[in-house]
């Protein structure tokens, strides 16, 4: 075997033992769903800036659909799960570069609503939003 191929092969073990690695840091990291009745509110603040707070009682695992339940939400499919582009019958127009932005508490998500899981107690918003 040439050094150049056992460097390769050294390389490639490295990088399999690397991402092993991070994928048990991703598990052990990510919020587990909690089982059973939660109570959470959802704020949504529309392009006039009124507001609107929804107390929402549930045994969803995800905000999706917690949301979806109280027919606050609706959008479209995608690869990464529902694009909300309807909140509280409020849609969002695209053209105008108008977006939903999702925030816990005030800080923005880096999920969406198919990936954010929910907790007794949590506080979200959907704040009407203009401009990439």
Same mark, same amino acid.
Request: charged fraction near 25%; glycine fraction near 10%; include cysteine.
């Given at each position: 075997?040439?050094?150049?191929? *056992? ?19 991703? *598990?052990?990291? *990510? ?16 392009? =006039?800036?009124?507001? *609107?707070?929804? %107390? ?31 909140? =509280? ?7 105008? %570069? ?15 609503? =198919? ?18």
């Amino acid at each position: 075997m040439s050094k150049k191929t *056992r460097n390769i092969g050294i390389a490639v073990a490295l990088l399999i033992v690397l991402v092993i690695g991070a994928l048990l840091i991703y *598990r052990a990291g *990510r919020p587990e769903a909690q089982t059973g009745g939660k109570n959470i509110v959802v704020t949504v603040v529309h392009a =006039d800036k009124s507001s *609107r707070e929804f %107390q929402i009682s549930t045994d969803a695992e995800n905000l999706r659909a917690a949301c979806e339940e109280q027919n606050l939400i609706a959008g479209d499919e995608s690869d990464y799960g529902l694009y909300v582009k309807t909140v =509280d019958g409020e849609t969002v127009n695209e053209n105008n %570069q108008e977006w939903w932005c999702i925030t816990k508490a005030g800080e923005m998500l880096m999920t969406g609503v =198919d990936d954010t899981v929910i907790a007794d107690g949590e506080q979200y918003e959907f704040t009407f939003t203009v401009g990439w």
